[in-house]
Every structure is written in structure tokens, then in C-alpha cells.
């Protein structure tokens, strides 16, 4: 049996075996899920061993631990590393999903629930092929090391040690992720640029406790009402942030590459029913395009104080509470912009509150070429894995992972994601589309296996 048949065959035993890793709800961000974390890696580790990876470890760390295994038995032969993460965002507010967010299901031809999209249905896809080659080759034909981490939707923050005290075990010739999307249905992409991110928190007091509004309220400044004020000024009407600083060191985009992202089959129309808001606007100056992929922002996350509850409640909140974040592009060194973002805070904010100001974690952009020949094998791997051509983006998100890598080991990294933008990642109802998720373990097998000429 070939490989396409092989991967053809067992449709229905990965579909069902994926099913089987997305019921555990390995939810990085909250402590009560803390014993579905170990039981996500270990699942990891298992499934790794069945890839025919004989070397298999579960790294603890301070926070979550994550999976590493090696198959080296390819002397001569390229080594690559693959990244992912088992580590899924928090599926509330449960009432808006279709099916649960823990009970996958299929529904029109994707299949449904937390992770499908990001990232375990995309970890898996790199599971099934190393495995299919594995079972019909009896080998690999490269050498490849698997790292995947339980911390990356909570800003990967032990990975970074866990990097610089393994440098050697995980050195490699090429980095391959797939936790990104493709640019449309039926265009298989190949992205070469993240945005950084900062992320961020205050806390505002006024007076020492809540107070009755009619009691004290027009004598006595309100901290939510000074949030508001305050998050209100940071942007002017062409949507600029106004961060002194902010745009100082953000490169420009050459005019190729500005011709080239403008070209690509991207739809206005797709992206806007993705969307579904009542209207558009952004950075003044930019194409819809390069304000997602090359331009940083200032995002309001959360904010929170005061009284919530059901009914009226006639109060002064003591405190004011805000989430925020900068979206980062190559050159703005991510330190200095959080500098710059607490310098200007400050300054808004007038006399009558304290402020506490907290940077959660920070992490810059990643934009490469792709002209190594890696990129040439991966675009053909793409292109017999969906008979499509693949294309070259860049996207707004962010993985604090691949600019580390990249940072570190120099080397190229190629990034093929099989999700969509309008699959929910994050959100209620998150999918994979079925067409993707095979057409992916076709095309990675395919990869893994073409490496072997480099
Ligand atoms: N897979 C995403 C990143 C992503 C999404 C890249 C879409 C490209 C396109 C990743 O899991 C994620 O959500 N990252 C976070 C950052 C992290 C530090 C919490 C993000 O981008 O907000
Ligand atoms: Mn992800
Ligand atoms: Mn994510």
C-alpha cells in the first residue's frame, strides 16, 4: 500500500482519534484544569510513541508541561523541528456553542469544537502523517524532533528557559509549524510574518472605597469614568495610536512586498461576513491587509469596575480595572513600546487616581524571506496535498515560539497553517474544515517525506 492510499484508508480512525484528544479540555489559562493539562501531554506522548518516536519525554516546568521527542535515524539526512500546542483557550461563554465545546461533532463538512482549528486538530495533522510515513516506510526518511508546548495561549512563558537550556537537543535545520491559517478556502498558504505581542494591565484607585453616587458623586472624581477618558485618547481620528513613540522605529514595507500582499486572492467581502460588524475602519493610510499583517495596534481588551449586576446600583467604584494590548511589527523592540505605553498612561491620567501598571508578557514580531529551499519543498508538498499553488502571507497573530527560534537558531521557518480566518478560533463554535484537515496530512506527508532530497 502507498502512502496517499495508506492516509486514505484511515480517514475515519484519525477523524476519530482527534475526536479523542479534543474531549480532553486542556485548558492552559485556568487552574481547575490543571489534571486535563497532564492528561493532554500524556495523550501527546502516547500518540508520539504509536508515530514510532522512540525517545519521548514530558518536560515539567513551573507552569505546564510540555512534550519533546526525537527520531534521528535518518544519518546524512536534514533535521527538522515541529512545534505546536496542545493548550486550548477557555471555550466561555458556553451558551453560545452550537454542540459543546468538549464533545466534538461534524457538522457541513467541518467538524467542531475547542482546538479543532487552534491547534490540536493542526498538531494532530503533523501526528497522522509522521505516523502514516512511519507504518508505510517502516522509517523516516529525516530526522525530526516534535516540541509541543501547554502554555501558548498564555504566552508560552516557560518556553523561552526551557530553549536556552536545551539549545543543542533542539538545534535543527528548519522550524515547520502549522498553527496559522490560510489566506482563503482552497489556497494553501505559507506564512512569513507574525505580529508581536505586548499584553497589559491596570488598575486605577480613587477613593479608599465604593461611595454612594448621590452622597458623594460631583465632588469626588470616578476611576471608571477616568478609564474611559483615558482609553479614549489613545487613538486620533485616522485611528493612529498616539503614544508618543509608538510609530518611531515600525519598518516600512517595501514596494514589492506592498504590490505582492495586495495582490494575493484576498476577498474584502470573505473577510467582512467573518466579521459581521455594521461597519469598517482602521489605520488611515493602509490597505485593509497591511493593517492586519504589518502594523501595530493598540487593542482594548477588557475592562471591568463597578456595578454589574442585575438592576440599578447608585455607586462610585473605588477601582477601575483595564486588559489591553500592542500588536507589534518588525523593529519595535517590545520593551521599549511597553515603556513608552506606561510613560503616556501616566501622563493622561490626572491626579485624583493611583495606578497600578502591570505588563503581563511581551513578545516581538517575526517577519523572514522565504527563499531558503525548504520553502520550494513546502510549496509542493501544499500543492500535491490540495492541488492548489500554494501562496505566501503574512498574518496579525502572534507565537511567541517561532520568534525565539528564530532569534536563536537563525534558521528558516516555515509556517503552514490549515485553519481559516472564519473558523472561530478563540470564540464559540470554533471548526476545522474536514478538507483541510486531511488535505493538511496529505500535504505534511508529503513534506516530511520530499525533505529528504534537500
Ligand atoms: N495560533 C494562534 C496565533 C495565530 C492565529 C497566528 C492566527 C496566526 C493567525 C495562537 O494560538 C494565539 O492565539 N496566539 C496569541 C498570542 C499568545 C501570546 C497568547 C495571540 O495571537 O493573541
Ligand atoms: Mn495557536
Ligand atoms: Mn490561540
Known amino acids: ?10 480517514r475515519d480512525a484519525h477523524l476519530a482519534e482527534l475526536c479523542e484528544f479534543l474531549r480532553i479540555p486542556s485548558v492552559s489559562a485556568k487552574s481547575e484544569h490543571k489534571p486535563d493539562i497532564e492528561r493532554a501531554a500524556r495523550w501527546v506522548a502516547d500518540h508520539l510513541r504509536a508515530a514510532g518516536f522512540q525517545k519521548i519525554e514530558i518536560v515539567q516546568t513551573n507552569l505546564h508541561p510540555l512534550v519533546y521527542a526525537e527520531s534521528l535515524d535518518a544519518p546524512g ?27 466534538p461533532s461534524v457538522r457541513n463538512g467541518n467538524l ?45 512563558v516557560s518556553l523561552w528557559d526551557y530553549v536556552q537550556k536545551n539549545k543543542e537537543k533542539l538545534k535543527a535545520d528548519a522550524l515547520v509549524v ?10 494553501p498558504s505559507i506564512t512569513y510574518g507574525l505580529r508581536g505581542l505586548n499584553y497589559y494591565q491596570i488598575e486605577l484607585t480613587g477613593p479608599a472605597r465604593d461611595l454612594h453616587s448621590g452622597v458623594y458623586g460631583g465632588a469626588v472624581p470616578n476611576p471608571l469614568t477616568i478609564l474611559t477618558e483615558l482609553f479614549a485618547k489613545l487613538h486620533d481620528k485616522n485611528f493612529k495610536v498616539t503614544v508618543p513613540g509608538f510609530y518611531d522605529k515600525v519598518a516600512k514595507i517595501s514596494a514589492p512586498e506592498r504590490k505582492a500582499l495586495n495582490s494575493l486572492p484576498w476577498k474584502k467581502k470573505a473577510f467582512e461576513e467573518a466579521v459581521g460588524a455594521p461597519g469598517y475602519a482602521g489605520e488611515k493610510g493602509f490597505t485593509t491587509v497591511e493593517q492586519l499583517w504589518t502594523r501595530p495596534t493598540f487593542e482594548l481588551n477588557g475592562v471591568w469596575g463597578g456595578y454589574q449586576g442585575e438592576g440599578a446600583k447608585t455607586v462610585i467604584p473605588a477601582k477601575a480595572y483595564a486588559k489591553f494590548s500592542t500588536r507589534l511589527v518588525p523593529n519595535q523592540d517590545p520593551h521599549r513600546i511597553a515603556g513608552l505605553v506606561e510613560k503616556h498612561i501616566r501622563k493622561l491620567l490626572p491626579k485624583t487616581v493611583r495606578c497600578k501598571f502591570q505588563v503581563l508578557s511581551t513578545g516581538k514580531a517575526w ?42 537558531f537563525k534558521v528558516p521557518c516555515v509556517l503552514i497553517g490549515f485553519g481559516l480566518p472564519d473558523e472561530n478560533a478563540h470564540a464559540p463554535d470554533e471548526h476545522i474544515a474536514l478538507e483541510n484537515y486531511f488535505g493538511g496530512i496529505r500535504a505534511i506527508a508529503h513534506l516530511y517525506t520530499d525533505l529528504a532530497a534537500l
Open 178 to 187: 502549522s498553527d496559522t491559517s490560510m489566506l482563503a478556502k482552497g489556497v
Open 367 to 408: 517577519v523572514a524571506p522565504y527563499h531558503a529551499p525548504i520553502f520550494k519543498i513546502a510549496q509542493g508538498a501544499l500543492e500535491k496535498g490540495f492541488g492548489k499553488k500554494a501562496v505566501f502571507i503574512r498574518e496579525g497573530g502572534s507565537i511567541p515560539f517561532v520568534t525565539q527560534m528564530h532569534d536563536t
Open 112 to 156: 467542531f469544537g475547542r482546538g479543532t482549528a487552534d491547534d490540536k486538530g493542526q498538531v494532530h495533522i503533523h501526528l497522522k502523517a509522521l505516523e502514516s510515513i512511519q507504518k508505510v516506510h517502516g522509517k523516516l526518511p529525516i530526522n525530526v524532533k516534535v516540541l509541543i508546548e501547554g502554555e501558548e495561549e498564555v504566552g508560552s
Open 77 to 103: 539526512k536534514p533535521t527538522v523541528l515541529f512545534y505546536g500546542h496542545y493548550d486550548v483557550q477557555p471555550a466561555e461563554p458556553l451558551d453560545l456553542w452550537t454542540s459543546p465545546a468538549f464533545e
Open 1 to 10: 500500500m502507498n502512502l496517499s492510499e495508506f492516509i486514505e484508508g484511515n
